[in-house]
């Protein structure tokens, strides 16, 4: 069973400062996804890394995924209020065939202003 | 480009009842996904069809149940309720799979198990 284990689950911080989110599993996955969730709707996927090593920028946020493809990282830079929400990271197995995602239970953000 | 449609938003039901939940993927997406969502456990793959036939299952009873139709569109069953069966349910789709393409998600049905 392949887990993935976000940190941290919770954080709350001011407007304009940074934060790094992390996404860690003892195992190699294919491809991994961020999503951002707010509440009473559905993930909306932010990003899909699928190369060891990959960085990839979205404006203030920096996705990284680890060499070894076990974990990723969320950089914010300045953090504003409408980056608060609930981010989930997803991996992909690298098994062969079609399968579902597994998903870290996630990390909930609040941005004061 | 209308988005994932899910219905019922909301139900309400009650142990040993059972629930059907649908869900209408974006126009062209072949592949449909559904989770289960809870603060405690986060998001579970229950299970994935793709042109009809479920491609793979998660790890929950037999109780779960679903199946796709020539439209794509699919459905979602739950037989003998439990109080922990309590959640949002979200369907994702997507054109080939879950893997490597993106998921589009729906705003999920919440149930609540009384």
């Known amino acids: 069973t392949q887990l993935l284990e976000q940190s941290p689950q919770f954080l709350s911080i001011q407007e304009g400062e940074n934060l790094t989110v992390y996404c860690n599993s003892s195992?190699?996955?294919?491809?991994l996804q961020w999503y951002r969730q707010e509440p009473g709707e559905g993930p909306v996927l932010l990003v899909t890394?699928?190369?060891?090593?990959e960085v990839k920028k979205l404006k203030r946020l920096t996705f990284q995924f680890g060499d070894a493809r076990k974990d990723s990282s969320l950089h914010i830079t300045a953090a504003q209020p409408g980056d608060t929400g609930l981010y989930l990271c997803?991996?992909?197995?690298?098994?062969?065939?079609?399968?579902?995602?597994?998903f870290g239970k996630g990390t909930h953000l609040i941005i004061q202003p | 480009k209308a988005g994932v449609t899910q219905t019922p938003r909301y139900l309400i039901k009650t142990r040993g009842q059972q629930v059907t939940l649908s869900c209408s993927p974006i126009?062209?997406?072949?592949?449909v996904s559904w989770y289960q969502q809870t603060p405690g456990q986060g998001l579970q793959f229950l299970f994935e069809?793709?042109?009809?036939?479920?491609?793979n299952k998660g790890n929950f009873p037999g109780r779960f149940s679903g199946r796709q139709f020539s439209n794509s569109r699919s459905e979602m069953n739950v037989s003998t309720l439990e109080l922990g069966d309590s959640a949002l349910y979200l369907c994702?789709?997507?054109?080939?799979?879950?893997?490597?393409?993106?998921?589009?998600f729906g705003d999920g049905t919440r149930l609540s198990i009384l």
């Open positions: 994702a789709s997507s054109l080939y799979g879950p893997r490597a393409q993106p998921q589009h």
């Open positions: 195992s190699v996955f294919s491809s």
């Open positions: 890394v699928v190369t060891g090593g």
């Open positions: 997803a991996g992909a197995g690298s098994g062969g065939g079609a399968d579902g995602l597994t």
């Open positions: 126009s062209g997406h072949r592949s």
């Open positions: 069809y793709f042109s009809e036939t479920q491609r």
